[in-house]
């Protein structure tokens, strides 16, 4: 008996004038690995919500192990045994790993009081049971991405959820992490676990999936074996061609500019039980120049982009802008063209989840849409409509950001710092998070295109790929200091930038005062 069947599933919404699922259907079988893939805005997370009760269909049935349902929240859902882990994780500043695993299940004294020593046991317990290796004494804030990870599907198994939907679940994750996360994967479907992996990543996902369906402006296309289609069939149906994203930097061939961004002798100390968050950063990038910078989690890359966005200051060295000391985030440098910033958070930095489409893109350039305190309408709808063409993103102007999928709220962050004129510094954060292919290519593209024409780029990203197709110069962190800053080419591998991430080679020949771009 399959353990669920979704079938002739409609779902309108009347505000952004959306058919996001037409007659969509869906079928799980228990103990499985069931990939949910399509292109950004296709119906998959949508979909997805229906299943874990944070949306009602229009129309069509759900069957849980042949029992017809309907789920008017996600307490009803779980109640059948059915959780979902969100691309933007869901964990509770303040508290540790534990107390948000049993946030709301937490084991009580006597006298009704909170019984820590239990918290932590029960918690422990179960992230051992599952083959977790995740320290649940750790506040939340001190976690890695994929440690909160493991914290929120930690949450649904001790909620005995046996139907797990993941959505997005490796777009912020290392090689390593997903190594890791797949393993983990594994192990829960080997205990009788149905795991549901929404997905864009064609290559990846046929690594680990059983069975995938492919959907398409809001339609099911198909459901097939994973060894019974290449990726280039696959790939032929959620975009109707197939074509490789990667673009090749070197396209645009680097060239002596004046600094844009220098960081000098820059160092964060004790932060978040860290001895040294970051220790003695040099570094600098020229116009029409990508500087790539990455590292293994708890290596100090939030940390990084916290002090070059303006949310940390530095306890010694200093950033400079064109010369000048770094502006503080969204002060009058930042709104005049002369830098953008893409945030690796997108819901909590990079939108505003309840305003509009149109509202997130002009918002913070007041002085340019709202003279005299008052909207320019025209102006601000022309600047709305031109954000959304760089991409392509599937919403109007009126949408509201919740009802964006995470590929769509992405595209328009990244249309609304990347449109023209260019900046002359882009602070680009993983730009292709939950990016599809097709939006993968124009992504790259524009920041190619923007490199040409003499911004400087500083590409902050997770994504080793990434990392190596678009960077003219690699800066690798490992501890919080440079093991290595290379220019990207032919003898630049994976394996070589693997073994300076983990501090297993270190060729940075950087020193105290120096600033940076000479160390190559």
Same mark, same amino acid.
């Given at each position: 008996?399959?353990?669920?069947?979704?079938?002739?599933?409609?779902?309108?919404?009347?505000? =952004?004038?959306?058919?996001?699922?037409?007659?969509?259907?869906?079928?799980?079988?228990?103990?499985?690995?069931?990939?949910?893939?399509?292109?950004?805005?296709?119906?998959?997370?949508?979909?997805?919500?229906?299943?874990?009760?944070?949306?009602?269909?229009?129309?069509?049935?759900?069957?849980?192990?042949?029992?017809?349902?309907?789920?008017?929240?996600? &307490?009803?859902?779980?109640?059948?045994? *059915?959780? +979902?882990?969100?691309?933007?994780? +869901?964990?509770?500043?303040?508290?540790?790993?534990?107390?948000?695993?049993?946030?709301?299940?937490?084991?009580?004294?006597?006298?009704?009081?909170? $019984?820590?020593?239990?918290?932590?046991?029960?918690? &422990?317990?179960?992230?051992?049971?599952?083959?977790?290796?995740?320290?649940?004494?750790?506040?939340?804030?001190?976690?890695?991405?994929?440690?909160?990870?493991?914290?929120?599907?930690?949450?649904?198994?001790?909620?005995?959820?046996?139907?797990?939907?993941?959505?997005?679940?490796?777009?912020?994750?290392?090689?390593?992490?997903?190594? =890791?996360?797949?393993?983990?994967?594994?192990?829960?479907?080997?205990?009788?676990?149905?795991?549901?992996? *929404?997905?864009?990543?064609?290559?990846?996902?046929?690594?680990?999936?059983?069975?995938?369906?492919?959907?398409? $402006?809001?339609?099911?296309?198909?459901?097939?074996?994973?060894?019974? *289609? =290449?990726?280039?069939?696959?790939?032929?149906?959620? +975009?109707?061609?197939?074509?490789?994203?990667?673009?090749?930097?070197?396209?645009?061939?680097?060239?002596? &500019?004046?600094?844009?961004?220098?960081?000098?002798?820059?160092?964060?100390?004790?932060?978040?039980?860290?001895?040294? &968050?970051?220790?003695?950063?040099?570094?600098?990038?020229?116009?029409?120049? *990508?500087?790539?910078?990455?590292?293994?989690?708890?290596?100090?890359?939030?940390?990084?982009? $916290?002090?070059?966005?303006?949310?940390?200051?530095?306890?010694?060295?200093?950033?400079?802008?064109?010369?000048?000391?770094?502006?503080?985030?969204?002060?009058?440098?930042?709104?005049?063209?002369?830098?953008?910033?893409?945030?690796?958070?997108?819901?909590?930095?990079?939108?505003?989840?309840?305003?509009?489409?149109?509202?997130?893109?002009?918002?913070?350039?007041?002085?340019?849409?709202?003279?005299?305190?008052?909207?320019?309408?025209?102006?601000?709808?022309?600047?709305?409509?031109?954000?959304?063409?760089?991409?392509?993103?599937?919403?109007?102007?009126?949408?509201?950001?919740?009802?964006?999928?995470?590929?769509?709220?992405?595209?328009?962050?990244?249309?609304?710092?990347?449109?023209?004129?260019?900046?002359?510094?882009?602070?680009?954060?993983?730009?292709?998070?939950?990016?599809?292919?097709?939006?993968?290519?124009?992504?790259?593209?524009?920041?190619?295109?923007?490199?040409?024409?003499?911004?400087?780029?500083?590409?902050?990203?997770?994504?080793?790929?990434?990392?190596?197709?678009?960077?003219?110069?690699?800066?690798?962190?490992?501890?919080?200091?440079?093991?290595?800053?290379?220019?990207?080419?032919?003898?630049?591998?994976?394996?070589?930038?693997?073994?300076?991430? +983990?501090?297993?080679?270190?060729?940075?020949?950087?020193?105290?005062?120096?600033?940076?771009?000479?160390?190559?």
């Amino acid at each position: 008996m399959r353990s669920v069947e979704l079938v002739g599933i409609d779902k309108y919404f009347p505000s =952004s004038g959306t058919w996001a699922l037409i007659q969509a259907r869906l079928s799980l079988n228990p103990g499985e690995i069931h990939a949910v893939v399509g292109e950004n805005g296709a119906g998959k997370t949508t979909l997805m919500k229906i299943l874990a009760g944070l949306e009602r269909p229009d129309s069509g049935q759900i069957r849980i192990r042949g029992r017809t349902v309907e789920f008017k929240n996600p &307490a009803e859902a779980t109640r059948f045994g *059915i959780g +979902m882990v969100h691309q933007h994780f +869901m964990t509770i500043p303040g508290l540790n790993a534990a107390e948000n695993i049993l946030f709301g299940a937490e084991p009580r004294t006597v006298f009704g009081l909170l $019984d820590k020593k239990a918290v932590l046991r029960k918690a &422990a317990d179960c992230a051992a049971g599952y083959g977790f290796s995740l320290d649940v004494r750790r506040n939340a804030e001190s976690l890695s991405v994929g440690e909160r990870q493991q914290v929120e599907i930690l949450r649904l198994l001790q909620k005995n959820c046996d139907i797990l939907i993941l959505d997005e679940p490796t777009s912020v994750l290392t090689d390593q992490e997903i190594r =890791s996360f797949f393993s983990v994967l594994r192990q829960l479907k080997a205990s009788g676990k149905t795991i549901v992996i *929404i997905s864009h990543k064609v290559g990846e996902i046929k690594k680990i999936a059983d069975r995938l369906s492919v959907m398409k $402006d809001g339609r099911f296309l198909g459901e097939y074996k994973a060894t019974d *289609i =290449s990726n280039h069939a696959l790939s032929d149906l959620i +975009m109707g061609e197939y074509e490789s994203p990667r673009l090749k930097a070197k396209a645009f061939p680097p060239r002596p &500019a004046p600094t844009i961004l220098e960081i000098k002798n820059l160092s964060l100390h004790k932060f978040k039980r860290k001895a040294h &968050a970051l220790r003695d950063i040099n570094l600098s990038v020229g116009g029409g120049e *990508i500087l790539g910078i990455c590292a293994l989690a708890n290596n100090g890359l939030s940390e990084l982009e $916290d002090l070059l966005a303006g949310r940390l200051k530095p306890d010694e060295g200093g950033v400079f802008f064109q010369g000048r000391p770094y502006p503080k985030l969204r002060k009058a440098p930042w709104l005049d063209g002369g830098i953008a910033y893409v945030p690796s958070d997108r819901i909590g930095r990079g939108s505003c989840s309840d305003r509009s489409v149109a509202e997130n893109i002009v918002a913070l350039d007041r002085g340019s849409f709202f003279p005299h305190g008052l909207l320019d309408s025209a102006k601000a709808q022309a600047r709305t409509l031109k954000a959304i063409q760089v991409l392509g993103v599937k919403a109007r102007p009126e949408s509201k950001i919740s009802q964006l999928s995470g590929g769509n709220i992405q595209k328009m962050i990244l249309g609304r710092e990347l449109s023209e004129p260019p900046a002359k510094l882009c602070l680009l954060c993983e730009p292709g998070w939950g990016l599809d292919y097709a939006s993968l290519r124009r992504t790259y593209k524009r920041i190619l295109e923007i490199r040409s024409r003499g911004s400087a780029v500083v590409l902050i990203s997770s994504d080793i790929d990434e990392i190596m197709e678009l960077s003219d110069r690699i800066a690798v962190l490992h501890k919080g200091g440079l093991t290595g800053l290379v220019t990207n080419g032919p003898g630049i591998t994976k394996s070589k930038l693997g073994a300076l991430m +983990m501090g297993l080679e270190n060729v940075y020949s950087g020193s105290r005062g120096t600033a940076g771009r000479d160390h190559e």
